[in-house]
């Protein structure tokens, strides 16, 4: 029998739903889909922008290579070639401290050091938290017997293990960096779950580090697709039958009832078997609370706005940065910006010849602030603050800003057990499922796995 599927928004969850969909339907499966996009674009928060011989990224720029799931379905789609590591042998991060960027050392993952020579060698630590890294090996039992059972904030997590000094200066620049969040609220079990496994079986985190396969090490840490990972969207929506997607159309409400799922737009009302919620979970709470308000109480959750600003200049001779994929801001009332990235050094092929790429990363407070303003005051703020740390900026070339508004949810400390919960709700809807960033990972490997594992359960077998 026919089965009938919606799935509500066009971001990578979405669109890497449909893609699985429609390569069952290839294989027999009895599917018809219709993907709602409430936007007049696909791809959500993953957008590319090429401009004069530029490829700026206004949302991802890249994936975490441990995770495979982005790269398979990048390789199912025909983009092996295209598939490119980030320039790990000039890999350098730097953190601003008392106004100066200092180097992180090398060999970190996160804030735990691969290389104790490098650590000791390092300008950014004192002596008193380079003692604490030392010591935090000799406290490995104790570590790991007295690891708490229950969830617990990455700011107690990383006290426990360095200390306050590695906390300011490494962890939360790096998760506000990442989830523009703040590290005192966001739960460890969600958001660093292998430090919280290699705690539990080895206690100090630079042992496990150690332990771990040489292998693993000699990956580059990110990967992208050298032509933007919009190029990840665009082959996606060619997988995926034209008649299926609908652009422009809002899904503004979902009842439930004997007769299967109802979904609405602004042009009708349509019967499915199944809904595949992958639109922000703000969207997706309000939609879903005529129907439950236990479950819509387990998807309130806070989010973090993000703003990006990408300058492509034309002759880096004229703009020097160090070198290295870029720098870290401790969140603080002093600064506005998050995070630089010098594009060009992190990834190949970003800039026509010679030319210099730089993309300043707002987040949390600041970033809401920021929602008002028009394009060219949100310009000439980042333009300010990449100069108060990096020196005048000359005139770019081509200017990118993008605000991506509450885009980024915080998986606060029980954040897993909330999940928890929320699936049991889910599971008393026969046919939903809830895709997208606000659940298991915001990481776009992340949101692949699941859209397509979801997909695979709903497909009718042939
Ligand atoms: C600035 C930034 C940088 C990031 N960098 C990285 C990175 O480098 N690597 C990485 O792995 N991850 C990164 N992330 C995270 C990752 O990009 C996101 O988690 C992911 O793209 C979200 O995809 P999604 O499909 O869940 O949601 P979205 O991309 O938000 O898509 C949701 C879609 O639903 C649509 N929609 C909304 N309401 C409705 C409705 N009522 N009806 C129909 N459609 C609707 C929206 O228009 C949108 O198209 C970054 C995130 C941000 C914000």
């Given at each position: 029998m026919m089965k009938r599927v919606a799935i509500v928004g066009g971001g990578v969850a979405g669109l890497a739903a449909a893609y699985e969909l429609a390569r069952l339907a290839r294989e027999g499966a009895a599917l018809q889909v219709v993907l709602f996009e409430a936007?007049?674009?696909?791809?959500g928060i993953i957008e590319t922008v090429h401009e004069g011989g530029f490829v700026m990224e206004?949302?991802?720029?890249?994936?975490?290579?441990?995770?495979p799931w982005a790269r398979e379905l990048a390789e199912e789609l025909g983009l092996g070639d295209e598939v490119m590591p980030s320039n790990d042998a000039t890999r350098k991060t730097y953190v601003l401290v008392d106004k100066k960027l200092q180097a992180m050392p090398d060999g970190m993952r996160m804030m735990v050091p691969g290389d104790l020579d490098a650590l000791d060698a390092s300008?950014?630590?004192s002596a008193e938290a380079k003692q604490a890294y030392h010591h935090e090996i000799d406290r490995a039992e104790e570590l790991r017997t007295t690891a708490p059972d229950g969830d617990e904030s990455v700011a107690e997590f990383t006290r426990r293990h360095f200390g306050e000094e590695v906390l300011t200066k490494i962890a939360a620049p790096l998760l506000s960096g990442v989830f523009g969040g703040d590290v005192a609220k966001l739960s460890v079990r969600a958001v660093m779950a292998p430090f919280v496994a290699m705690e539990r079986e080895h206690g100090s985190l630079i042992s496990a580090l150690r332990a771990r396969s040489s292998d693993s090490k000699k990956h580059a840490v990110f990967t992208t697709l050298r032509s933007g990972m919009g190029t990840l969207v665009d082959r996606m929506i060619a997988a995926i039958?034209?008649?299926?997607i609908r652009l422009?159309?809002?899904?503004?409400f979902i009842s439930y009832g004997e007769e299967g799922w109802l979904v609405g737009t602004a042009r009708g009302v349509e019967r499915f078997d199944?809904?595949?919620?992958?639109?922000?979970v703000d969207v997706a709470r309000s939609l879903l609370q005529p129907l439950d308000a236990e479950m819509a109480q387990e998807m309130e959750m806070d989010a973090s706005s993000s703003v990006v600003v990408g300058f492509g200049f034309p002759d880096a001779l004229k703009f020097a940065v160090p070198p290295g994929f870029g720098f870290l801001v401790p969140p603080?009332?002093?600064?506005?910006?998050l995070a630089g990235t010098f594009v060009d050094q992190k990834f190949a092929?970003?800039?026509?010849?010679?030319g210099r790429l730089v993309r300043a990363f707002f987040g949390g407070k600041a970033a809401e602030r920021m929602m008002r303003c028009g394009n060219d005051e949100t310009a000439a703020v980042a333009r300010m603050e990449l100069a108060r740390i990096l020196g005048p900026l000359p005139a770019p070339q081509v200017t990118v800003v993008r605000r991506w508004p509450r885009s980024l949810p915080q998986y606060a400390v029980g954040h897993l057990d909330r999940i928890k919960r929320l699936d049991d709700r889910v599971?008393?809807?026969?046919g939903l499922y809830l895709l997208g960033?606000?659940?298991?990972?915001?990481g776009v490997p992340d949101l692949v796995r699941d859209a397509r594992a979801a997909a695979r359960q709903i497909a009718p077998q042939s």
């Open positions: 936007s007049t674009r696909l791809g206004c949302g991802p720029d890249a994936w975490v290579t441990e995770k300008e950014l630590f039958p034209e008649e299926w422009a159309a809002e899904v503004r199944a809904v595949m919620m992958a639109a922000p603080g009332p002093d600064s506005l910006l092929d970003r800039v026509p010849q010679g599971r008393e809807f026969s960033n606000g659940y298991r990972g915001v």
